[in-house]
């Protein structure tokens, strides 16, 4: 009985069923729609190198769009891997495209990390004083010299970080990603992907050293994923406007969303900012069920898309005194855009206990001008401001 499994994949039925649908797949590469691609992307690097056959067959048939789906579905088999599977069938490449498929081969290959030993030594060496470093500049000496090594740190910076034992963010991991940005290349892409997949956030910064549609899915697919971190949303910043990071954030939050959850409230409060009204509908729901628990990023999201439902929420947070200081004093800002009278002047706020009294004060003003001007009060999203009427 343990045998039939065995028997089965070995057998024409299956390798025809494979061959059948590898074709299906390379054709809809060519797919007009960015989700199709996607997909039938993901679904060929599923099936692995013994596609490669079919891969070179349909080559010729695909359009630009097609070639940078195919690509990054090589790159999810094992770059080196595909590279050498596509080389030992290149006596049959279809003519046309004998060119393109030889350079694909080849910038697969470019992803190879070859480590400099004297640079690697230096860079570890580095690298060492942050593991327990409770600070960070950016100006760090340290990182400075790891930068000035130039190109040749890149590859022992990628397989430190790779390797780094915790996922959340760390002073070693910030000064590491923070050294190895200004080195990276296009061909670094695919093990920054696998880093950033691993929930290793910080890396998303490096990302800006390769900005394009290519990184934008890297960075899409690692939300698509459950991912969210501070670096990885600030990297999407760029790309706000563009309907896949609206559409891929909104969906986080109907899969995932928690009002409690300080990821929810992340991207809440990035989609506030980015104006992505679409938002509003399951930003409610998420308020409607925290129960008077959540994290002010929710309330402050929904009042920067206009909801009236997300103001009395941020003024009770303010109100709160068992709150953090930092986080009541952001939200104080935020419902300042609601006033736009600068209601609250905010002053240092690492722990002096006059802030206290000053965001109990606010949040008393607050309360009043809501009180007395809710019903006059309009949102104007051309402008994305409260305005009175």
Known sequence: MRLLPILLLASPIFADEVSDWSKTCMQRLNSADERVRRSAGSALSALGLDVIPVVVQQSASLNDKGWVELKRSLRAMGAVRAAAALESRSESWPAAVRGKLAQLALELKATAIVIDVEVDKQVHELLEKFRKADSYMSDDPNVLKIRRLGRPAAPSLIRAIDEYEEAFPTMWMTAATDALKPLVLEADRPALRKILLDGKTDIARCFARIPGDESRDVLLEAIGEGIVGHELLEELRRYANAKPVRRALIGYLERSGSASEWSTAAVADFLGE???????????????????????????????????????????????????????????????????????????????????????????????????KKDKLSFDRKVGAWKER
């Open 274 to 372: 980015i104006r992505a009204y679409d938002a509003i509908p399951v930003l409610e729901r998420l308020a409607a069920e925290a129960g008077g628990r959540f994290e002010p990023g929710l309330a402050q999201g929904l009042v920067r898309l206009g909801s009236r439902k997300g103001v009395p929420l941020l003024i009770a947070y303010v109100a709160n005194r068992r709150n953090d200081a930092w986080e009541r004093h952001s939200a104080a800002e935020v419902l300042n855009e609601v006033t736009r009278r600068g209601t609250y002047v905010g002053g240092n706020m690492w722990g002096a206990s006059a802030d206290s009294d000053r965001l109990d004060k606010a949040a008393e003003a607050f309360r009043k001008f809501w009180d007395e």
